[in-house]
């Protein structure tokens, strides 16, 4: 047999963009989708408290800005909040009301079947492959756990959710402290040495090395940078 990088592993820790998926998924299929269905989930769920609740935070937004004299498109009643939120989006604001109501778009968009998260060609034979050989699969991504759950359940090769035995976001800490890969060794029960993280971004190999992990750069069409600066690098899951 020939030899893989994932022997000597019980457990695979991945990250998600830029190794799973393609980095372009959420600038280039995500936010542009909210943005072409808030108005008709608007129309839709109008009277959803939830997004009622949105509404709110988004409206005491626009006054604000309205107050600081800030130029902002008019807003009317419950449609009326979509070129607000259009501008919000076209301006990257960090809003709170925006990133909720984007989860629960983006949520009804994969349950409907208009949405299908990205994976790359060998994800799922490499998932099916290293569960049939025993190993336990992890996800560490800063995406929240409930998208990551979302992206891995509505896939374009469909549900891979049977394959991952856990999933940790940035509650657990930064991706790019040795603190955060000792954690998630704790709470899996396994010793770092035997767990293997695969990520396209060096800072969080270095952090996962320290904690005392194995650890892969991933090389993916669409990625910021293939220097693994001297990792271990793969271009696909397939000697893994
Ligand atoms: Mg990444």
């Not at 935070?57 to 939120?85: C, H, K, M, N």
């Not at 060998?122 to 991504?141: C, H, M, N, Y």
């Not at 750069?217 to 001297?230: A, C, Q, Y």
Request: a negative charge.
């Amino acid at each position: 047999m020939t030899a893989r990088y994932s022997d000597t592993a019980e457990v695979i820790l991945l990250d998600i963009e830029g190794t799973t998926t393609p980095v372009d998924y959420v600038f280039g299929v995500l936010f542009p989708f909210a943005r072409d269905y808030v108005a008709d989930f608007l129309t839709t769920h109008q009277q959803d408290a939830q997004v009622q609740a949105d509404l709110q935070w988004l409206r005491q937004e626009y006054e604000t800005d309205l107050t600081q004299g800030l130029s902002v498109p008019d807003w009317q009643e419950v449609t009326g909040a979509v070129p607000y939120i259009h501008h919000l989006i076209a301006i990257d604001r960090k809003s709170t009301g925006l990133k909720s109501l984007q989860g629960k778009i983006w949520n009804q968009g994969y349950r409907d079947g208009t949405l299908r998260s990205q994976m790359f060609a060998d994800v799922k034979p490499a998932f099916e492959r290293w569960t049939t050989t025993g190993k336990q699969l992890f996800i560490f991504s800063s995406g929240s756990v409930q998208a990551q759950q979302l992206l891995f359940r509505y896939s374009e090769m469909g549900d891979l959710t049977g394959f991952i035995s856990g999933y940790f976001d940035t509650q657990t800490g930064s991706k790019r402290e040795a603190e955060s890969y000792c954690k998630i060794a704790n709470a899996i029960g396994v010793a770092p040495e035997k767990i293997l993280f695969i990520s396209d971004v060096t800072a969080e190999l270095k952090a996962a090395q320290v904690a005392g992990m194995q650890t892969l750069f991933s090389i993916r069409l669409g990625n910021h940078s293939s220097d693994s600066e001297g990792f271990a690098a793969i271009q696909n899951f397939d000697d893994v």
